[in-house]
């Protein structure tokens, strides 16, 4: 039997004491890799029509393990990826002043609106009596 055979190609050379440090760069933290719901999708999609074979080039290609196809397509099935992406960062302080102070505002802007509809309203239903009774609206007047 054979045995399967790394897609990796060993190192011919191993790094000399001539080389420089600046040729063998380690970086410094890994970080970890953070994927779209977009992605996550494309990859499901694109997998459910593929044999398993061609699965494990598309893995292979993308640098994914199967345990993310797994672990998405559950979270598809269950529906627990949200429609929208996760924010990130510091939720916002509802008690910092400039906070209280936007709330107050988006509370007086709704209820300005809703006086302003109601105006409106009424506007609208003083020109129907008008042109009903025959008298002449603030429009007509010189």
């Known amino acids: ?6 897609a990796v190609p060993p190192l011919s050379v191993a790094p000399g004491p001539t080389d420089s440090v600046a040729s063998i760069e380690v970086p410094g ?7 779209t719901l977009a992605y996550k999708r494309r990859i499901v999609t694109l997998a459910k029509g593929l044999a398993s074979g061609e ?23 269950a529906a627990d990826l949200k429609v929208a992406e996760p924010k990130r960062g510091r939720k916002p302080d509802p008690t ?3 906070r209280i102070k936007l709330d107050r505002l988006q509370r007086e ?4 609106q809703k006086r302003l509809m109601q105006a409106e ?4 239903a003083q020109k129907k009596l008008c042109a009903l ?6 429009e007509e007047l010189p």
């Open 121 to 124: 309203a009424i506007i609208d």
């Open 55 to 77: 699965i494990g080039a598309l893995l292979r290609r993308e640098g994914l393990y199967s345990s993310h196809l797994t672990n998405w397509r559950q979270q598809l099935a």
């Open 133 to 138: 009774l025959g008298l002449p609206s603030s």
């Open 109 to 112: 802007n709704v209820r300005l």
């Open 1 to 6: 039997m054979k045995s399967a055979v790394s």
């Open 29 to 35: 933290k890994a970080t970890r890799r953070r994927f």
């Open 96 to 98: 910092r002043p400039d």
